[in-house]
């Protein structure tokens, strides 16, 4: 039940049609861990709260840094030097009170990433690194959890949606490693990138609207374009494949 | 068999700025190899080595993954491939 202060707060989205207070209800009852609390994690973690989830965890092990502030919009000047989840939730806490807001501070690894999740209704890619992506990606499938990748670079983002044994997961298309390097990126392609993830949990969480599951969007900020390409479900994938494919 | 292939940003400095390079062949490994024909700087940004793409190279024909075995997929008149990076950044 919504409290006469979060029917008041939420009026505009309860307005619209597909939302709903039963909607808004559903938000209010979900659990959501965001994996990342840097350039995507930030315009995540500042939409959901303010769309009023229920609980969000912000999973992160690092401290902020002067070089952090030119996208990771949740920390200011005054945080440097402090742990992102303890920033993040500082800041998420004064935009919305009724939202719990849990911070842990830990990398994700392979050993702890299901302890991590535990509980939550899905789990949201805010990484800034592939190996850790497909950590998550593996937890994901094998809690039979929602996931909701994103990824940036320069001006350029993409964003899909993975419901375990349903749709193609982030592995689908593996090929190999890939080398970790420094990438460029400015503020606003993980503010747009970050928005439509989040809009992707909200539309799950709600139960309405058509997901990006088996379809790559791409955004390209200097041409102002997204496009969108068709991945299947790969049945020899080592994450979400058969057994036999996995083998 | 004429199809057009997307030049990823990253890419484009490898073919004087041009976005969609127009190519001919049977197969998307016989396009590609008509494009590195053309411009041979996109040989190292698509290939590990012969007939290896780089792991972050995803390539789409028609707007569908490509993945498994790119190289031999057929293709038709008026394709398009495009020729993706995959991001890491967050």
Avoid at chain 1, 114 to 120: F, K, R, W
Avoid at chain 1, 132 to 140: D, F, P, V
Avoid at chain 1, 149 to 174: D, Q, S, W
Avoid at chain 1, 199 to 222: F, P, Q
């Amino acid at each position: 039940m919504l409290t006469p202060n979060e029917r008041e707060r939420y009026d505009r989205q309860i307005m619209i049609e597909e939302i709903g207070q039963e909607g808004q209800e559903k938000l209010k009852r979900s659990r959501v861990a965001i994996a990342g609390a840097g350039g995507l994690g930030s315009p995540i973690a500042i939409y959901l709260t303010v769309a009023g989830i229920g609980m969000i965890r912000m999973i992160d092990h690092d401290q902020v840094t002067l070089s952090n502030l030119n996208r990771q919009i949740l920390h200011w000047e005054e945080d440097i030097g402090r742990k992102k989840v303890d920033s993040a939730r500082a800041k998420l806490r004064n935009l919305n009170r009724e939202v719990k807001i849990e911070g842990i501070a830990e990398t994700i690894t392979e050993s702890n990433v299901s302890q991590l999740v535990d509980g939550c209704d899905v789990i949201v890619d805010a990484m800034d690194n592939i190996p850790t992506r497909y950590i998550l990606n593996r937890c994901a499938i094998e809690k039979q959890i929602p996931f909701f990748h994103g990824a940036v670079n320069g001006f350029e983002g993409r964003v899909m949606t993975i419901l375990p044994g349903k749709t193609a997961c982030l592995r689908c298309l593996y090929r190999g490693p890939v080398p970790q390097e420094k990438f460029p990126v400015i503020g606003v392609t993980p503010a747009v990138v970050g928005s439509i993830q989040a809009t992707e949990v909200i539309k799950y969480l709600v139960g309405m609207g058509k997901l990006l599951t088996n379809r790559l969007l791409i955004y390209d900020g200097l041409q102002v374009t997204f496009s969108e390409f068709t991945i299947n479900k790969n049945p020899n994938c080592d994450h979400c494949g058969s057994p036999v494919g996995k083998g | 068999m004429a199809v057009k292939v997307h030049i990823h940003t990253t890419h484009r400095q490898f073919t004087n700025g041009s976005e969609v390079v127009e190519v001919k062949g049977n197969t998307v490994g016989e396009c590609l190899n008509q494009l590195i024909k053309e411009f041979p700087g996109m040989e190292k940004a698509l290939f590990a080595k012969k007939d290896k793409l780089h792991n972050i190279v995803e390539v789409y024909l028609s707007h569908v993954s490509a993945y498994p075995d790119e190289l031999v997929k057929p293709v038709k008149d008026g394709d398009e491939i495009h020729l993706v990076v995959m991001l890491a950044g967050g």
